[in-house]
């Protein structure tokens, strides 16, 4: 089969989650022996259009593949949830952005979101096509330990022996939590804390440009920017902590990324991560501000388990040769219009064992 991955602005969302979603598909099917991939919006002799994103040219891709006779699969990256609370006014057209992801994700003969969360939050939106709960997944060996790496994120920040380094990474929304960031800095002068990422500074709101680009944050907390390459790897190796105070996702592929690395992670207790992160188990969770502090302070002291073996498992779970499998199964399904035995309705796929069990 030919399979058109369709991805909108690709070089405006390359930073983004989305951006990385796009990258990871492509390496998930590279391997797929039956599906030929195809990336050129111009291409006629596709099976399946499965597209990722949500603009004009977007919409005009769906319909001239309806009009060919050909399948679409719709990858449900975003959200009402997750759309409000992000950039300038996000709050106040999220009603409207919500009838409008109904109305594409609407036309899809099947529809792909990240986690079993996300899939729900789609069925109470009154989709009826098939949900298929499949992670974006991660190239392991892209996070393999390498001191070289380690010490590029060393010498980029300077940090010195004893330095504790609290880091996170994401775009300055709201949502993402940066303002409990930032409080955790004030309060701990004695850590560095670095945020990686960039936005647009002008679809920000005002209160966040003031905090990122007008200094309104403490000396100790760094906003370096997108980084790519052997310095954000080696930080996601070599930091003290991956703290993602994040209040909605659909999955968050950062979080994977820092499980891929071994890290030690404190994340928000949201409902995106009950199917595959347990707290405690591979992982941490905070319920609130102060409550991120007291397991900050605890983590960074040693006086809490080391979780970072059992929190790689749930990363090897997610590998990209799973998913990419994972994604010609449905595509296949998708083709023959029949639903897949992935058994949907229980969201198994790429989840971990325990939690399919769980009482």
Known sequence: MKVLLYFENQKLIAKSGIGRAMRLQQEALAPIANVEVTTDPKCTDYDILHINTYGVKSMYMVKKAHKMGKKVVYHAHSTYEDFRNSFFASNLIAPLYKKYLVALYGQADALITPTPYSKSLLKNYGLTQPIYAISNGIRLSKYANDPQKIQAYKDYFRIQPGQKVVMSVGLFFERKGIFDFVELAKRH???????????????????????????????????????????????????????????????????????????????????????????????????????????????????????????????????LNRVGEILAEVYQAVLDNRALSLNPDQDEALMPAWSTNRS
Do not use: C
Not at 234 to 252: C, I, K, N, Q, V
Not at 289 to 308: C, H, N, P, W, Y
């Open 189 to 319: 002068p004695e850590i560095t804390f670095i945020w990686f990422g960039h936005t647009n500074p002008a679809i920000l709101p005002r209160k966040i440009r003031r905090v990122v680009f007008g200094g309104e944050h403490p000396k100790n907390l760094i906003f370096p920017g997108y980084l790519s390459g052997d310095v954000i790897l080696g930080a996601f190796a070599g930091a003290d902590l991956f703290l993602y105070p994040s209040y909605e996702e659909t999955e968050g592929i950062v979080v994977l990324e820092a499980l891929a690395s071994k890290q030690r992670l404190l994340v928000r207790d949201i409902p995106v991560y009950d199917s595959w992160l347990k707290d405690g188990v591979n992982s941490y969770k905070a319920e609130d501000l102060d409550d991120f502090d007291r397991q900050m302070v605890a983590i960074l002291a040693g006086e809490k388990s080391d979780l970072t073996q059992a929190g790689f498992q749930v990363a090897q779970e997610k590998d």
